[in-house]
């Protein structure tokens, strides 16, 4: 009966061990001043989408307004992207830089030359350049239609 007793409490003390070791990790509570921000948030959200002023969202109010929130949710990762592909942090991709794109590697020699991608020949590629050649790269990848 003592191995019994031992071995139940073995059994017992193993989870208490393990939690003890590695308690589970629970999420603070979000602050009240941050569930205001989000609140705000998605109540201007429904007032730019809720574009005659009734206070409801139709189908086409809705599919407008989340097709213009994907877009802007591109945009802003086209930003990210292209602010990190800036190496030297000047605002704009040299040469080197846009040779390294990821797009342009995979492209190979059906790339856009830079000199093509540079659309005001000032030997550097503004944000408006840099969405251009995504922007041919997509059409190229694209099937036929």
Same mark, same amino acid.
């Given at each position: 009966?003592?191995? &019994?007793?031992?071995?139940?409490?073995?059994?017992?003390?193993?989870?208490?061990?393990?939690?003890?070791?590695?308690?589970?990790?629970?999420?603070?509570?979000?602050?009240?001043?941050?569930?205001?921000?989000?609140?705000?948030?998605?109540?201007?959200?429904?007032?730019?989408?809720?574009?005659?002023?009734?206070?409801?969202?139709?189908?086409?109010?809705?599919?407008?307004?989340?097709?213009?929130?994907?877009?802007?949710?591109?945009?802003?990762?086209?930003?990210?992207?292209?602010?990190?592909?800036?190496?030297? %942090?000047?605002?704009? &991709?040299? %040469?080197?830089?846009?040779?390294?794109?990821?797009?342009? %590697?995979?492209?190979?020699? %059906?790339?856009?030359?830079?000199?093509?991608?540079?659309?005001?020949?000032?030997?550097?590629?503004?944000?408006?350049?840099?969405?251009?050649? &995504?922007?041919?790269?997509?059409?190229?990848?694209?099937?036929?239609?």
């Amino acid at each position: 009966m003592n191995v &019994l007793k031992s071995s139940l409490m073995a059994l017992l003390a193993t989870p208490v061990l393990a939690l003890a070791a590695n308690p589970p990790v629970v999420p603070p509570a979000a602050p009240a001043a941050a569930a205001a921000e989000r609140a705000d948030t998605v109540a201007a959200q429904f007032n730019r989408w809720d574009t005659d002023r009734n206070g409801s969202l139709s189908l086409d109010e809705f599919r407008k307004g989340y097709e213009q929130s994907r877009r802007n949710v591109a945009l802003a990762q086209m930003r990210s992207n292209f602010i990190a592909r800036d190496t030297d %942090k000047s605002g704009y &991709l040299e %040469k080197g830089e846009y040779e390294a794109l990821p797009v342009v %590697k995979a492209a190979g020699a %059906k790339a856009l030359p830079f000199s093509q991608a540079d659309k005001n020949a000032d030997g550097r590629l503004d944000f408006t350049e840099y969405e251009a050649v &995504l922007a041919a790269a997509a059409a190229a990848a694209a099937p036929p239609r």
